[in-house]
């Protein structure tokens, strides 16, 4: 580890005001490090809901002024907010085949979408190794709310944004080991990077075009209108995408491990 593990980034932008007045709000720096990353996780999974953002490449202040994120933008977000602490991290770039979005994206829609989406975790150096925090991307009520609509004898499951072995029970509260809510979707190791910033001019972000114009301007509200519904009404009983979505996990065990 060295500063550039540390250092501010065109997108992990600590030094911008709205996120040093939310680091001196926490008084995260003044707390010993495996209890200022429980708290910076907890608060990017929880108060940050799931959600998608105009594009993968915003820096961590817009991702803030937003309130929500997806895998990468919180990604962003977490890692900004650890090295804003003083807390080192770097940055894992992968990819998902689509069907772990299918639910949340259906149809026409799904249909346009690349297989291959770009996907991405953030690693912190916690007593000598780095760690995974993958499990970061669900806020708690999300997730609550899908495992609420699902059979109890539910466990191995991938769509609406999950992709686990064990949903009942998935890794994703800080304990000092790795995190992780979409690992089961995960098809494509794209390697270790300093920062989002190096692995967007490597491998650019997901969308280009008439896709990514579709999608910040129609697909991605469509979506988040779906996440907001699974959100509310889960708990009342499940809709019909969650009943397609169980069918599909069940089809796809063998191709995700």
Known sequence: MNDRHLKATALLDYDHPAIQRLLASKKWAQLPAN????????????????????SDGLPASCVLTDGYGQCNTK???????????????????ATIHKRLQKGVVTGLFYALAPRDIIHSWAEVLFNGRWIALEGVILDQPYLDGLRASLPEETTAFVGFGVGIDDIRNPPIEWSGADTFIQIKGVNNDLGIFDDPDTFYAAHGTNLTGIRRIMFETLIRHVMNRKVALIRMQCRLGPPREVAEAISVAASAQGSTR
């Open 35 to 54: 209890d200022a990353i429980r708290a910076i996780y907890t608060y990017v999974r929880d108060e940050i809901a799931f959600g998608y953002n105009i």
């Open 75 to 93: 990604t962003t977000l977490l890692m900004a907010l650890l090295r804003g602490a003083g807390i080192p991290c770097r940055f894992h770039g």
